[in-house]
Each structure stands twice: as structure tokens, then as C-alpha cells.
């Protein structure tokens, strides 16, 4: 399959060369500059989704330093993460991409927060919510090997979109 990751980060770096280990076709785009000897790293992401069957979004979920998860956080007042970058990301990914494709995002967010402000992003392209559970010390093992696999979709069933999903990760888990 060909598969693109948005966001070579921390998580999507790893996964997107994991991936590309087990025989995916594999490009990306990020931000910064990244180089890959797995990954072909595009300059864009019109260009890293274009001719794609799966886009993966590792965008970041920015919170303030105290939210950091190093010490409890049950006496401050509620907070949601920064959701601009990834509302920002899949507004774009969505201009370049088809109804053919599936556009997955793997940023962990706050829940409601996908209903609430991504939908509304994803007008032509199909969507799923898989966010990742892995550790940062670990990440493209525990892709490989996780101890559960979420897929959220409209309606809580097992969608052709859930299952295009679970018939790739056939593949590499």
C-alpha cells in the first residue's frame, strides 16, 4: 500500500519507518526538516498525500508546561490541549485528498474533540480517529505490537473505513 504520514515527530517518525520495514511504500511531511533512510520525505503536504491510499496525522496536541503529566494535575482547573496545528494539517491534507483515500489521525486528543472541531475538516476525504497509545521510548515496537487498537468511527461500528484500517495493520502488526 501507499502510505503517508503528516507530522515526522516523535511518534510519526518511527511509525512511518516501521511501517515502510514491513513493505509499505512510505512518504512524509513535516514542518521541520527530517531525513529518512525508510521514509521518502516530501516537501509538502500536498505532495505527501497525493497518490496515497492511508494518510496518518502525528500532528502535535501542544499543552501548557503544567499539564506535562511529571506531576498530578487533579487540583488544577480542567484544560484542552492546542488543537491548531492538527485543525491546520487536516485542512490541508483534506484540499489535496479524495474520497478514495482514508485520512487517520493518530494524535491523541481529549474526547468530544474529534466530533467538535475535525469533522468539519475532512469534506473530502473519508476519516477515522486511531489514536496512539505508545510510550515515547518505544514507539515504533509498540506500533508494531499494541496492547489495544482503537478505531473511532461516526457511529461506533465497524465501518468499511474501520475495517480498511484493521486489514492494514494485518500487515504490519
Known sequence: MQISFIGLGKLGMPCA??????GHQVKGYDINPRSSNYVNVT?????????????????????????????PTAH???????????????AEANKHMTRDQLLVIISTVLPGTVRRQFVKHTTN????????LIAMGSVAWDMINPEMVMIGTEDGKETSDAKELVDFYKTVM
Not at 519507518?17 to 514491513?22: F, G, L, S, Y
Not at 480542567?78 to 491546520?88: I, L, M, N, S, W
Open 17 to 22: 519507518e516501521a511501517v515502510a520495514q514491513k
Open 43 to 71: 516537501n509538502s503536504i500536498q505532495e505527501a498525500v497525493t497518490d496515497t491510499d492511508i494518510v496518518f496525522v502525528a500532528g502535535p496536541t501542544p499543552h501548557e508546561t503544567e499539564y506535562d503529566g511529571r506531576v
Open 76 to 90: 488544577l482547573a480542567p484544560k484542552d490541549f492546542g488543537y491548531e496545528t492538527v485543525e491546520q494539517v487536516l
Open 125 to 132: 476525504t473519508r476519516f477515522v480517529y486511531n489514536p496512539y
